[in-house]
Every structure is written in structure tokens, then in C-alpha cells.
């Protein structure tokens, strides 16, 4: 069993002063292995029967719901599991929260060898820890990684481990409907080189926090503006990979947008100016067609310009199953941000909404776009459509086991 931290070192963390946690005195090994020849027969597949725990000898107490801020406060522990290309993957560890130790010369700095995902766990009214789906971000987490040169797992194994690991912070999910435990699996290359290759030892991590709902106090519908001067993702890119080097440059542009009055960027592909997706999510747009008046829920469709959404492949399974008995027609397909202008301008635009597991959906009032504002539907007073509040209590209901449904993953205490 390799430890996470060498024993010596969690001997001298058991010993920290108080007033600073106890991981800012352990010396943690730094993940950088030598790449050797590796014989691919030998490699140990991920095995989450090897799993090794050590708890915090310090846990900590859950914040007010008030209190939470997404992505600020961790969890107690990290799940980690190491890989080398000669052994493959090493024993899983859960070890107390802490700093990882890097050589400066480490990949993930220079050439980005990193990706991540991003779910949640949910309490249900009978204390049960539930994941949503966690089999797409498995699946999403191994084509982001191999697409970078770094390992892939047997989707499985890691949904065990998640599990395990969301079960030993059950303490620390807060229990109201909207919060959660988000968890963020991430996987870097860890090898020491400034030579441009694939890496010869990865880690894979994962870390938790506990978030409350995105808008407190019910839905804020939000502005767009339409970016037309940087492309987020195009064929033959990376876009439909969650790639942390895809997210840094996106910030410009948001910026841009927030000092001009708007919450979110609408991304915008090619000079038919295709709407892909709304900042960190995908785009819904409800839309009746103009010759038939039948109501259309549109979105793009996954052609590599798109992340491949986990709620948005949600919300298209709900929708075939419960609005196209209502007459609804549901279409993956390219749409523009001339056709949403013109239904509009014409009384068709019924509504739009973004899709991730942040928010669920995030109802949009109006897009900025070549100076017209394009009205999304929402009367003043309201802050939602109908579609996406109705799309947020169906997968809210299943998240939180209140409709029983093959999506929520009951993890074993
Ligand atoms: C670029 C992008 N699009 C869409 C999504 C929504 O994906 P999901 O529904 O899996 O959270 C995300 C969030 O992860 C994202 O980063």
C-alpha cells in the first residue's frame, strides 16, 4: 500500500501546532515519477477493492446554508489515485484535504495536461447520498482524457470510488432541496519534463464542495451578450472535451460581457452565426414554427462545438418523453442567432434557457446582439419560462429520489 503522504510525514502532521491544519507541516511526496518502458501487460487496471483511508483527525462542522459559496469551502478528505505508465493504477487513497507537492517542471503547468468533471451528490429526505448519472461523467471524464494523452479507467471502479468517497463526507452535504455536494474529478499529467509528450504518470483526484442552490431565491433570469469576435470551440477542436485549457480563454469575453450590463456570453460558431452555448452551458431555445405554429424545443447539436451536457442530454431524454405527447417537437439540429431574432421579433420566441448541472437551467430575458435586443420571451414580471421551470422539478425530483428513476445512483453507506 503506497501512502499518500509518506508515514513520517502524517507523524509530523498528527504533531501540527494548533491554528494552522495539520497538512501545512506534512512534507507530501511530489507527483513526479520517471516514465520508464512500460509493458502494458503488467498494468493494474483502477481497483477500488485497494481502496485506502485515512480520516482527518480534525473534521470539520457543515456551514449555515447561508453561508455556502460555490466552490470556496472543501470537504474533509481528496480522493486520490496515482498512475504511472509502467504499473498502471496505483491503490486508491482517501487522505485528509491538502496541498499537492509539484516539481515546477511538472506537465500540467506548461503543456495543460489536465481535464475535469463536474457533478454533484444529493441527500434524499431518507438520508441516502445519491449521485446523478455519474456513468455520462465517466464516460465524458475518459474521452476528455484520452483525447490529452492521459490514462482512461473503467468507468465503474471510479463510480464506486466517488460513492465511497461521497458516503465518508455524507456529514457534510446539507440536506434542503437545491443544496448539494459538488464534486470536481480532475486528472493532471505529473511528469517532470518540459519535453512536449505524452505523460508518464498522471494523478487523479477528487475534491468536494458543499453548495446551496444557484439562485437562493428562486430563478433570476439572465442577459446575454452575443460574442461574435471569439469562437469558443470549432470542428476539429477540443470544445467537446472538458479541458481546463478550454475554460481560461473564455473569461475575456465574459468580462467584456459583464462591463457591458450582461451576465453570460452567448458563444456564436462560423459566419452563419450558429448559437452553441451560453457560457458554461448549453443553450435551449423554444420556438414556434412559423408556417405550422407547432412548438419546437431547439438545440445545437453535439458536431465537436459543444460539450456534450450531461442535463442537456437530461432535458432532451424528458422532453421526448413528456412534452411530445404534448404536441411538442424536439430537435437537435443548427439553429442561428438570426432565426431566434426573427422568431421574436415575430411573437415565436416562447422562451430559452441554459442547461448544466450548476443551475439546471438558467432562464434568459434577452440577448444583445449587432446592437438589437432580442426579447426571449419572459413577460417583466416573470423570471422563467415554463419549459425550464418544469425541466428543473422533473431533474431536481430525480436528483433528490423523489421520482424514482434509473438516473439517481443510490451509493451503499
Ligand atoms: C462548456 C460547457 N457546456 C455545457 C456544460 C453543461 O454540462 P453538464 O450538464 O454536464 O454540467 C458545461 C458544464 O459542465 C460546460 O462547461
Known sequence: ??????????????????????????????????????????????????????????????????????????????????????????????????????????????????????????????????????????ARMNK?????????????????????????????????????????????????????????SALLYVIASPVGPYYPTGFKAVSLEATDYAVRAWPGG??????????APCIVPQLEAAGRGFQQNLWLFGEEQYVTEVGTMNMFAAIKDKATGQKELVTAPLDGTILEGVTRDSVLALARERLVPEGWKISERKYTIKELADASKEGRLIEAFGAGTAAIVSPIRKISWKGEMIDCGLKETEESGEIALRMKNWIEGIQYGEEEHEWSYVTKA
Open 238 to 247: 477540443v470544445g467537446d472535451k472538458k479541458l481546463g485549457a478550454n475554460y
Open 144 to 200: 476528455s482524457s484520452a483525447r490529452i494523452a492521459l490514462p482512461t479507467f473503467e468507468p465503474t471502479a471510479m463510480i464506486e470510488l466517488v460513492a465511497k468517497f461521497a458516503q465518508l463526507e455524507k456529514n457534510l452535504i446539507p440536506d434542503q432541496r437545491g443544496y448539494s455536494l459538488y464534486l470536481r474529478p480532475t486528472m493532471i499529467g505529473t511528469q517532470k519534463t518540459l519535453g512536449v509528450g505524452a505523460p508518464g
Open 1 to 138: 500500500m503506497r501512502p499518500f503522504l509518506r508515514s513520517s510525514a502524517l507523524r509530523s502532521a498528527a504533531k501540527a501546532p494548533r491554528g494552522l491544519p495539520a497538512y501545512y507541516y506534512a512534507t507530501a511526496r511530489p507527483f513526479s515519477v520517471k516514465a520508464a518502458a512500460a509493458s502494458s501487460s503488467s498494468r493494474r487496471p483502477l481497483d477500488p477493492s485497494k481502496l485506502h483511508i485515512t480520516k482527518t483527525k480534525h473534521p470539520k462542522t457543515l456551514s449555515k446554508p447561508e453561508d455556502l459559496v460555490f466552490g470556496k469551502e472543501f470537504t474533509d478528505h481528496m480522493l486520490t489515485i496515482e498512475w504511472t505508465e509502467k504499473d498502471g493504477w496505483l491503490d486508491p487513497q482517501i487522505v485528509p484535504y491538502q496541498n499537492l507537492s509539484l516539481d515546477p517542471a511538472t506537465c500540467v503547468f506548461h503543456y495543460a495536461f489536465e481535464c475535469f468533471e463536474g457533478m454533484k451528490a444529493y441527500k434524499d429526505k431518507n438520508g441516502q447520498i445519491r449521485l446523478f448519472r455519474p456513468d455520462k461523467n465517466m
